[in-house]
């Protein structure tokens, strides 16, 4: 009876979290008395209770096997102890052995448990090591097996039951070799079924391994079956495959694996990534057997014969040969063996199609939109003086480090350096032109940054394109002032109906063949449907009047693409096809790898097409044909289609036109997410046509899945792109939303897209959010050198901008990312700076907010001598208190960032001295650190013995005030250093801060009266809090007392769990205020230890931590606390997994999966109970199936340039796998060397 109790308290503990109350032990006790007199003849009835006391006091104190961990908690004092008990509770209930029925429904319920792992292992090895048992046991595990492999789920890998039994291997015994080694055989084909089923789990690199490290498991105990097996495996060509692949994972040799290997080279396969040729490659490298080396009779025969080494190496036939016989592209770098043509000569000699490759290159340093042109004009300036200003002006609106726009300006334009109004300037220059054409262009440059008269100019520049006499250039010209009025004038609707009825106009007048069927082609991206397919149409009846040559030939690839969905157009298209005489044509515009080809054929003079020696960087061959050469490419390309058409490859243009077909395919789209998962979604002329024409027919639902990894528009798609921003007028429509992103990646951030993008900011959709934060935040936290300019941005773009930080609302985790767009500006243009300074106090008056901080004054980091000379004037003659006091914030940050120098700060300094700083709104600045800060804090806290009042708080700010701050007053006498330290002092945070103050507290003694004394402190700073327009002096004090508070809470959680659940505490109000610092305060480490006090407290309602997260991981920089404050939550876990799994429903990956984090964690440190662990499991399994698992998880830091990213589905496996308890993969890791010996 005894055992039976003890193993009943065993299930019960391995069952739950917490552990064994009191009460809980009795009624175990009192239900196994009551049984046990059921099946006795004895009545315990009288005495029952008095039993139930004695056995208590035995199990507590006299035998001393159950232990009090915590109030009222017991468990047993040895958990190998409890393990084996709950191990024979599956075996004997009640004393009495159970059926084989019994005994197998027990094993299989708990099978998928966990916690259930070890007791299992020792009841596997409870019924193998008995004789009685034998019998039993090997009929357990067929039925296991058996039930399993039945059950078994394609979609989603829930084989179990092989992994539990091979953990449990050497805890089994065997009666025969035979049972034994048949048990393994059985064992490892369901290991290779799961592996085999890449519809499940196996399309996962991480469940692959799993798999492989319990094959490596039996291989290092059964190294002779596990070999018999695989071999018997090998000879049937299904699974000979996924078999190599295991073996090249284990790095395992077998010379009859080489053998069996080498016959098999045609069943290699491209899902397994070539795992036959993997492995004996392989072997040929690192395998030092005879066998394997006389296999390789070239190399052999090469390294007995050196000269054929030199032959082959100076050989433009045998290298290429030898290199693809032997799959070696992967390590053949074709790239670099083709000479570079990057000299603008070349480039301008090629035509536009084979200039693409080069596209990329040359927009960033030349023009995103015209690269030819502008290196022509570049050219051109020293013969034509007319084209200095176009030459300017284009590197006036490049924002790039590899452009050197002031030595530019310098040997061009040298008097534009002097200039106050550069653009002004500019302005009268171009008036002095003559030229219609080259006049037209600068006009519409100069239109994209000289705010005050954008629309003035492009109308001008509009007006004078009737004077353009050739229509090509005629209409180049319109389309560039189309695409800059969507920028800067995008309200005058007519003014852009006039511009596209222009270019109709135009186009009517060209008479080339290709320049018409060009324009054509471009005019259709102006409509959709009846008008695109007109223009479409056009181009094919044109093309069909030019003759077949190479021009011809690049027209109709370029058109196959994009009439594909008319099913008209593509008939007569492949009827013009079907009669061209060369029909090396007709493989060139039917094949895939053939269009690529033809349409990137650079055609250069022989004498630049050379091969070039990696390592030397030395000319080894000058191919004399290149015909030959061309020859060999059209041989590799008709390869490639063949192998398309055998395997049966979906080419992402024809997903794309399948898509159109039938918008409810999820294969289609989840093979096109794949594709933008990896590598982003082009949009292309044909991806926008067919984007385009579902948006019109009311399919945009359907597709909406694949906007956020939708990238780069091409030149000649953007105005349905605009389209797309200007006629969606709805903020929550989401290809609007897509259209802001690209039009404001494409250039830079512009007025009309700010309010989306700002919107997009609080978006659930990561990617989106994650794009429109790089919009506004640079990739690193510490900036050197800014990367936007004021002087291109323009003045309405920073108005609309500043408007939202001064008068809209916004929570912090917003605000925060929009500031940052200051963090990298150069204010380069004093006249917009002037304007900006004049428009912003008119907002304040509007707005009534004139106490509120003007911040883009506070936040002036990078300026240039012409801007900071004006400030100065300005200053001078106002001497307007509030505007000199913002300034001094930004003054701080220049001389910290040494853009002004000492001789600046002196003057500063002079007129700060003769201000009235009694208007100021600061009154202190601190001059010592955060840390030093803390420390003075600590040691006038930990001097009282006795809990304070709010005069003792008052006197002690008042310390703080003496001891560690400087008073306005007193700044103008601060030298340049000086004022470099306090700015450092005010505006920056110490790196590692939590950690920092952690360390600092290892001298102070936690005890509780200090705890009391440091939150009766911080809540009166936090009652205080007015939010972001606070006094410099109380943000940092608030904020200094929250990281201090969190710090102790996570020395001595305990104390502040004391102090916070008294009745006197005000428990209510306390999570109130921390709800308030999460939500408002400006500052991240508020923020961040906001959520560790509110983690740290015993909550009533599990709503608050569930919000508190929430809100949490909207922020990339607060994220970091949640590492912090997970672990110190206390609330039900019920509750709180339920809430849990709700958030994982989330359109949030980054929410997801920073749950499946915390979710994780409580399991594998046994804070949740079996139920909710089942909960997490049965969910993990469905999800990591579905289409929207395929999600990037986009974790982005600004303090790290390279985002850590992976997919949900990588995720929830992972989830999956921790909370399973399966060890294979971390012992494969740890063993992987030991078995290549």
Known sequence: MIWSILQEIAEYLHSKVEGLSEKMLKEIIRKCLLDYQKQSSKSLETKIDKLISNLVDIFKYQAGILNEFGHNSFRFIHRTFQEYLAAKSIIIHNGIEQSEDMIYHNIHSKIGIPNWRVPLSMTFGILSKSIEYSLLFNNIIKRLLKDEKTSSNMQSSILLVPFVIIDSLNDMHFSSKDTEHELIRKLADMLLFDYENVSGFSRLKEHQELIQSYFLKLKRKYDNIMAEWFIKKLNHEDDVAPCANIIYQLKWYNPKFHEIFLKNLHNDSIIWNWPIDSILRFYSNEIKDEVVLTQLKFKNTINKNPEMIKFIVNSNAWLPLIIALYGGYKNYKTPSSISEYYEIAQFLDLSSMERAPFTFYYQEIWDRDDAAYSMAVYLDTKKNSELIPLVVLLHFGIISKDSDRLRIYKNLLPELAEQYDVKEFLFERIQSMCNPYYKSRALYQLAEFYDEKSYELLNESFILTKNIQEPTLKFQV?????????????????????????????????????????????????????????????????????????????????????????????????????????????????????????????QVSKSNVNLENENDNKEIVDLSNYAELQSLFVLVAQLNDTKLIMDKTESTDQLWIHLFKDTDNQSTIEKILTIGLHDGIFLTPQVTIIIDELIEKGKEDHISMLFPYIIKPSNEVLPVVQRWFTQNNNNNNQIKNLAALLLAEARHVFESVIDTIIDLLKSDNDQMRYRAQRIFQHPERDVKEPSKRLSVLGEKTMMKILEHALVKEHLPRVRAYFFTFFYDLLWDDPVVFHNLSQNMNQLQERNSVSERRIQFLDRIYFINNHTWNSIMQTLESSLYPLYIEKLLHSTMHLARRSQIIEDDWIKFARLLAVSDTCQFQEHVYFSHTDMELIQVILDEVSASTTITDETYFENLESILIIQTTIKVEDLSRQNYDQIQHIGRCNFTVSNDVNKTILNLLSNFSINIVLMKNLIQWLILKMISFNGFDDTIFELILCETLLSLVSACVQKEDYLYRKITNSPNFNKVQMIQLLEKMLNYHPYFPARGTAFILLSAMEQFDHKVIINAMNTLFDENLVKEYSVIGVP????????????????????????????????????????????????????????????KSKKLVNYYYTDIKIPFTTTLEHEYYKAWIKIQGLSGKAQYSINIKESNK
């Open 478 to 602: 319109l389309e560039k002032i189309f695409s800059i009025t969507h920028y800067k004038e995008v309200d005058r609707k007519l003014f852009i109906q006039k511009i596209v009825d222009e270019l109709i106009l135009t186009f009517d007048n060209i008479d080339d063949l290709h320049n018409r069927i060009i324009a054509s082609i471009r005019l259709s991206f102006y409509g959709s449907g009846e008008f695109r397919k007109k223009y479409l149409t056009i181009a094919i009846e044109t093309l069909d009047r030019m003759n077949e040559d190479n021009d011809k030939i690049k027209l109709i690839i370029k058109l196959k693409s994009l009439i594909n969905i008319y099913d008209d157009l593509l008939i007569k298209l492949n009827g013009m096809i079907e009669t061209l005489k060369n029909k090396i044509y007709y493989y060139f515009v039917n094949s895939y790898y053939g269009r690529i080809l033809f349409t990137g054929t650079l």
């Open 1128 to 1187: 110190l939550i206390r609330l039900s876990s019920d509750e709180l997994i339920d809430d849990l799994i709700v958030y994982l429903k989330s359109e949030s990956a980054i929410k997801v999966y920073e749950i499946l984090k915390i979710l994780t964690e409580f399991a594998l440190n046994e804070k949740i109970d079996m139920n909710s662990k089942s909960k997490i499991m049965n969910y993990l399994t469905n999800e990591i199936v579905q289409l």
